[in-house]
Every structure is written in structure tokens, then in C-alpha cells.
């Protein structure tokens, strides 16, 4: 009996640092979630300003000043964006080379993001498998 | 419970308490360490992508500062060495706790057997 208190204690104990870690890996997987959705955001923006200030005209903006309030300006040229590139570099680049550059940077955290989906469903099946096992210790019969 | 335990072996697993917390530390630092790797590949392959005369920016504290490709690639190989001899001393620092958990497990576990017997 004393045997079978001790599987089922290290059982708990393994669960608990699967559960651990999936926790951990859901926090990561949200924040990769935020990156992708704000490359979807800078490419719709990027766009809008290459449209609103084609042939030759000046894009009339409002740049944010704090807490709600704005200023009136001007985009003097919304072809020449400046990238982030990681790792505290940024780029200047063409709207289409940036649009270029978010994209690729894109399919780089979607891949990640599949990677991290696989490992989660791991951690998810191993905790189950050490539900089933935990159940089958406790079985009347089985102690 | 840890009342009837001997003094020694209380000692024991509160090191071994320690120990472990110690291995959870150093394994988040691994994967954050892990994670500027992969963002530094990323960026050096994007830095490498540009053209040689390209404009480049890198953020000092609240400063971005005009740079150039040549320029900025080496500075991010530097980083990457620096993480790389920072992720193996990390390495080396869970292999020596691992083992002394491993050690002090096994120790307590003896302790506790000798007790029950």
C-alpha cells in the first residue's frame, strides 16, 4: 500500500511539472500570438499609407501625444519605413521591402508557433497518460 | 512529519529544496538566454539580406543610433558569442546541480529507509 501511495506521489509530482511547464509555453505561445498580430496590423497600416499618399499626395495624420490626445501632421514620405529587425536593429526600407520583411518575419513566428502547438499537445497528452496511469493505481483491487 | 526526522536529514531536504529552486532558475535563464539566440539568427538574417550601402539603426537605451550593415553584423556576431559562452557556463551550473540533487536524493532516500526498517 505504502508502495503504491508512493507511485501515486510521484505521478502528482511529474503532473505538476508538465502542468508547470504548459503553463509557461501557453504565456509564450500568446506573446508569439501578439507579435503575428501586430505584423498583420503594420502591414495594413504600412498599405493604407502608401495609399493615402500616392501620386505625390501628403498624407494628413495625427501623431499620438499621450493619454488620448493628438497632433495634426504630415507623412512626408510614406515610402522609406523603418523596420525592426530583432536584437535592437532596425532597418530603413522601401514600404514594399518592409511589407517584404513583415511577411517573412510572419511565417518565422507562425512556424514557431506550430512548433510550440506540437509541445504543448505533448505536455497535454503526458498528463493525461499520467491521469490514466494515477486512475489505474487507485483502482480497488489494483492497490 | 519533518519534526520526527533527524536533524541531518531536515537539512538535507531543505538543500535539496534549494537545489531544486536553484535548477528552476538557471533553467528559466537557459531559455531566455535560448530565445535571444534565435531572435540574434534572426536578425543577422535579415541585416545580411540588405543591401551593403543600407541604412541601419541600433536602439542604445533610449536612442536609436544611425549605423551601418558591415557595422552592425559584427556587433551582432559578438552578441551571439556572448550568449553562447553564457548559455554553456549556464549548462555547466545545472549539470553540477543536477547532479548534487541526484546525490542528496539518493542520500535522503537512504536516510528515510534505514529509518523505516
Do not use: W
Amino acid at each position: 500500500m505504502a508502495g503504491v501511495s508512493e507511485d501515486i506521489r510521484n505521478l502528482a509530482a511529474r503532473h505538476q511539472e508538465f502542468q508547470r511547464q504548459a503553463e509557461a509555453l501557453r504565456q509564450q505561445m500568446n506573446m508569439v500570438q501578439a507579435s503575428i498580430t501586430s505584423c498583420d496590423q503594420t502591414i495594413i497600416t504600412i498599405n493604407e499609407l502608401k495609399t493615402a499618399s500616392a501620386e505625390g499626395k501628403i498624407a494628413e495624420t495625427m501623431v499620438p501625444v499621450g493619454f488620448g490626445s493628438f497632433v495634426h501632421a504630415e507623412i512626408k514620405n510614406a515610402d522609406k519605413v523603418i523596420v525592426d529587425l530583432g536584437s535592437g536593429f532596425s532597418a530603413e526600407k522601401t514600404a514594399d521591402e518592409a511589407i517584404e520583411t513583415l511577411n517573412r518575419r510572419k511565417e518565422q513566428l507562425t512556424k514557431i508557433l506550430e512548433q510550440m502547438n506540437t509541445s504543448l499537445t505533448n505536455y497535454l497528452q503526458g498528463m493525461q497518460a499520467l491521469e490514466t496511469e494515477a486512475a489505474k493505481l487507485q483502482q480497488p483491487g489494483q492497490a | 512529519m519533518s519534526a520526527e526526522l533527524p536533524p541531518q536529514v531536515q537539512n538535507q531536504i531543505a538543500q535539496l529544496q534549494q537545489i531544486q529552486q536553484q535548477i528552476q532558475a538557471l533553467s528559466m535563464q537557459k531559455s531566455q538566454i535560448e530565445a535571444m539566440q534565435k531572435e540574434s539568427k534572426m536578425a543577422l538574417e535579415e541585416l545580411e539580406r540588405l543591401a551593403d550601402d543600407a541604412i541601419v539603426y541600433r536602439n542604445v537605451g533610449e536612442l536609436v543610433i544611425k549605423t551601418s550593415k558591415g557595422e552592425s553584423i559584427t556587433k551582432l556576431k559578438d552578441r551571439e558569442e556572448t550568449l553562447s559562452l553564457r548559455l554553456q557556463s549556464i549548462t555547466r551550473q545545472e549539470e553540477r546541480l543536477t547532479s548534487r540533487f541526484k546525490q542528496l536524493q539518493e542520500q535522503i532516500q537512504q536516510a528515510l529507509g534505514t529509518r523505516a526498517e
